[in-house]
């Protein structure tokens, strides 16, 4: 399995931008951000394949948030602007190998990081 490590959280106002990333320890995989909030089930957040040609983001993430990967540097990226109080949540990274890695299920993902904490104020 891959190692994976996240950065980039902290506390932010509404209104305002992060960037997380995902330093992985190496190889091609389909990677994906997942984020939890306390007292709340894993949500998917956005997917992006091992080439970076594929992209797909969960309904809350789409116009605000941007998935990005570069394998260069085995980091994965992503780009989260105009956050709301209600994105305040834990976020994971995440790898597979499998193609179905788009159906944005927490249970196609057999690598995690340890997440990092994000904090909208209102």
């Known amino acids: 399995q891959v190692q994976l490590v996240e950065s980039g959280g902290g506390l932010v106002q509404a209104g305002g931008s992060l960037r997380l990333s995902c330093q992985a320890s190496?190889?091609?995989?389909?990677m994906a951000w997942f984020r939890q909030a306390p007292g709340k089930e894993r949500e998917f957040v956005a997917a992006?394949?091992?080439?970076?040609?594929?992209?797909v983001y969960g309904d809350h993430a789409k116009g605000r948030f941007t998935i990005s990967r570069d394998n260069g540097k085995n980091t994965l990226y992503l780009q989260m602007n105009s956050l709301k109080p209600e994105d305040t949540a834990t976020y994971y990274c995440?790898?597979?190998?499998?193609?179905?890695?788009?159906?944005?299920?927490?249970?196609?993902?057999?690598?995690w990081g340890q997440g990092t904490q994000v904090t909208v104020s209102s």
């Open positions: 995440a790898a597979t190998v499998r193609g179905s890695y788009d159906r944005g299920s927490e249970a196609d993902f057999n690598s």
């Open positions: 992006i394949s091992w080439a970076g040609e594929d992209i």
């Open positions: 190496g190889g091609l995989y389909n």
